[in-house]
């Protein structure tokens, strides 16, 4: 139970709550769709695949995911209720994607995390680099204690450049890695967050990830 409990408190403080209906997105935005173990998304241009024996979770699922993490939140610091309060209208879940179906998990789940970000009211941010720059300050005041590369780092996928941040987050004796991978699109960060505790897992989702085209 505590690794799953972790597991929820490293997917919110990475991602916000998507309980509310009323978005910042415009009326043509596309959440995607899955088929044939292919993600694929009109908006961004964005497809890409993932193997068939880990568990996609659907909008009902994650807003079960999210209202329990809600709950964890209340023990956070008022800095990161804050921002997840203000980030409701501007997040959109695209795709969430777990080793294990969750009730089936007995150990810590590997996922991937596709979140976008509406950033038009945050001229600040021209990059992934300035929107994981954020993005770090607000895991620092965290529950879990986060440790990171002392460089961010690129990776060219498909002919576009992403912005690349890694972590370790601890909390208590137990440890997940995470890579952050970012690029700025259509008025939108758009980030994929991998979580994992192992090389297999690790390999698993950067197949994934390398399997990312972008029109």
């Not at 505590?2 to 998507?18: A, D, N, Y």
Request: charged residues 25%; proline residues 2%; glycine residues 4%.
């Amino acid at each position: 139970m505590k690794l799953k409990l972790f597991g929820i408190i490293c997917l919110m403080l990475c991602l916000t709550s998507c309980n509310k209906d009323t978005k910042n997105l415009p009326e043509n935005f596309d959440f995607g769709t899955t088929e044939n173990h292919t993600y694929s998304n009109s908006y961004f241009g964005l497809s890409f695949t993932y193997p068939e024996d880990w568990a996609v979770q659907s909008k009902r699922d994650i807003k079960a995911i999210t209202e329990a993490g809600d709950k964890i939140l209340k023990n956070e610091t008022d800095a990161i209720k804050e921002a997840v309060k203000a980030s409701q209208i501007n997040i959109a879940y695209l795709f969430t994607l777990f080793r294990h179906p969750i009730k089936e998990a007995t150990r810590y789940n590997a996922s991937l995390n596709v979140i976008a970000e509406n950033i038009n009211g945050l001229p600040h941010v021209k990059r992934g680099s300035d929107y994981l720059f954020h993005s770090k300050n607000l895991l620092v005041q965290s529950r879990a204690t986060y440790t990171f590369d002392d460089n961010l780092s690129t990776k060219t996928i498909d002919g576009h450049t992403f912005d690349v941040m890694r972590a370790t987050a601890r909390l208590g004796s137990f440890e997940v890695q995470q890579e952050f991978f970012c690029i700025i699109r259509y008025g939108f960060s758009l980030s994929f967050v991998l979580s994992y505790t192992n090389d297999e897992e690790k390999r698993a989702l950067y197949q994934i990830i390398n399997s990312i085209t972008l029109d």
